[in-house]
């Protein structure tokens, strides 16, 4: 069974950071791209970032390039978000997502991280 | 950036009736389109992808359609479980975008 588990959520103010992870089990982690989609609670999805199976490739939404960094330890089955900079736009709840039967679309969600960046 | 328009924002519908729901994207992404349900409390689950093949285990009553700019999803024969919300998302450039979704209510 897929499991994707994230952790590393919480409270923190704004220009802060925080780094986010994400267990995998259940499937070949190194075979395939992972990402990052955040909403606020109420709100609709947003891409935040991805990653290649190998690390080669990443991608972020404009709003958090130069802030966040997305990696992965494929010995470790695990996927990490390093946000730093935060604001109060950030605040969001942070899903884990395995890439899907086509690249780019995700078959497998995490529960999700509540991250809340406020003073 | 392809900006992905959802309609309408809300669909009042009745259970055993049938339904579409459009999405529009601001710039070609071919058949690169995924449609996901998200159930309040729930993370999403994908649907639908290359715009019209049902992902694994979604049953033949949601069908997708499309290519270019525009895509619909159709539910038909509307069960309970299936008031949630529908959101679609392109995959053909790197910077994957979302709809804002549509929200199918009894």
């Known amino acids: 069974e897929v499991q994707l588990v994230e952790s590393g959520g919480g409270l923190v103010q704004p220009g802060r950071s925080l780094r986010l992870s994400c267990a995998a089990s259940g499937f070949n982690f190194d075979d395939y791209d992972m990402h990052w989609v955040r909403q606020v609670p109420g709100r609709g999805l947003e891409w935040v970032s991805g990653i290649s199976w190998n690390s080669d490739n990443m991608g972020y939404v404009d709003s958090v390039k130069g802030r966040f960094t997305i990696s992965r330890d494929n010995t470790k089955n695990s996927l990490y978000l390093q946000m730093n900079s935060l604001r109060s736009e950030d605040t969001a709840l942070y899903y884990c997502?395995?890439?899907?039967?086509?690249?780019?679309?995700?078959?497998?969600w995490g529960q999700g991280t509540l991250v809340t960046v406020s003073s | 950036e392809t900006v992905m328009t959802q309609s309408p924002a809300t669909l009042s519908v009745s259970p055993g009736g049938r339904v579409t729901l459009s999405c529009r994207a601001s710039q070609r992404v071919s058949n690169n389109l995924a449609w996901y349900q998200q159930k309040p409390g729930q993370a999403p689950r994908l649907l639908i992808y290359g715009a019209s093949t049902r992902a694994t285990g979604i049953p033949a009553r949601f069908s997708g359609s499309g290519s270019g700019t525009d895509f619909t999803l159709t539910i038909s024969s509307l069960q309970s479980e299936d008031f949630a919300v529908y959101y679609c998302?392109?995959?053909?450039?790197?910077?994957?975008?979302f709809g804002q979704g549509t929200k199918l209510e009894i």
């Open positions: 997502v395995k890439d899907g039967p086509v690249a780019g679309t995700g078959d497998y």
């Open positions: 998302q392109q995959y053909n450039h790197w910077l994957y975008t």
